[in-house]
């Protein structure tokens, strides 16, 4: 069982940034995802990182401007954002997997999420 944890949402400005964090309880290390979810619709995929962090995905949509990272010595994963967008606005979840995957049904434990607000 894992426990997921994320951290650092808030309200921010277009152009600007913020660092989402993803706490993990347990020893043993996952594949890692962030997924994101607006008001009224489904979740979605944004960026995936493997066990030793050698292999990352990103949605087009945030390529260039995200960046997932991940310090497996604390547990941590992080989420860069840049350039933050007024449609970047969602609750943005935390997930971990045992296989690599960049769908939602391919993630075994999610955490509560944190919600980023973008204002225009």
């Known amino acids: 069982q894992v426990q997921l944890v994320e951290s650092g949402g808030g309200l921010v400005q277009a152009g600007g940034s913020l660092r989402l964090s993803c706490a993990a309880s347990?020893?043993?290390?996952?594949?890692m995802g962030w997924f994101r979810q607006a008001p009224g619709k489904e979740r979605k995929f944004v960026a995936a990182?493997?066990?030793?962090?050698?292999?990352?995905s990103y949605t087009d949509s945030v390529k260039g401007r995200f960046t997932i990272s991940r310090d497996n010595a604390k547990n941590t994963v992080h989420l860069q954002i840049n350039s933050l967008k007024p449609e970047d606005t969602a609750v943005y979840y935390c997930?971990?997997?045992?296989?690599?995957?960049?769908?939602?049904?391919?993630?075994?434990?999610w955490g509560q999420g944190t919600q980023v607000t973008v204002s225009s």
């Open positions: 997930a971990a997997a045992t296989y690599y995957a960049t769908n939602p049904g391919g993630y075994n434990y």
């Open positions: 347990g020893r043993s290390t996952y594949v």
């Open positions: 990182i493997s066990r030793d962090g050698g292999t990352t």
